[in-house]
């Protein structure tokens, strides 16, 4: 008979493009305590990398405009004390802290799939924690933007007992619906 630990790591390295990671990774990424010693982890992962540019596509686009209109009204309005190139300047600046914002989100996202609970973890400034026994999961959705499918990525949604709307999200992620039946095969194999 193997033993549980084995069995449980066989499970996640049989999951397709998947391996199991040693718990002393994901506690290096998540808050001290939230990863127990007898759990195993299945899966952590975070967003895909172009998460940084989709997710701030709109306020970029508002940057660019204003940049733009500043720099049409200095060009047409020499009184109002800047230059066009002054305007563009600042345009790329600000579209530059808002790029940098976006990778610090980026970098403080991560999902974690153990053999007891899903995990996300999320936050800059304000950390926010989701966790969820697996036996409480009532179930999970795949969904995919337009925008994310042409990258081939997608989302995972997780609703818990007693609620009907979506509690959490994992974001952005590639092969989604490959993530997404290992976190079901997950959900039928340790959550009963």
Known sequence: MQRESERDASFAADAPGMEALA????????????????????????????????????????????????????????SVGWT???AFALGVAVGAVRLGWQVLEWYCRVYVLTDRRVIRRMGVLRVMLFEAQLKNIQHTS??????ERVFSLGSI????????????????????????????????????
């Open 23 to 78: 718990p002393d990774r994901a506690t290096t990424l998540l808050p001290a305590g939230v990863i127990r010693d007898d759990e195993v982890v299945i899966l952590l992962l975070r967003p895909s990398v172009l998460y940084v540019p989709l997710s701030c596509v709109a306020s970029l686009t508002v940057i660019a405009l204003a940049a733009f209109c500043l720099a049409y009204l200095a060009r047409w309005q020499p």
């Open 84 to 86: 066009d190139t002054q």
């Open 142 to 147: 795949v969904f995919a933007r337009l925008r």
């Open 157 to 192: 949604g997780f609703a818990t007992a007693g609620t009907d709307v979506i509690e959490a999200w994992w974001v952005m992620l590639r092969e989604p619906f490959e993530v997404h039946k290992t976190i079901v095969e997950a959900i039928q194999r340790y959550g009963k």
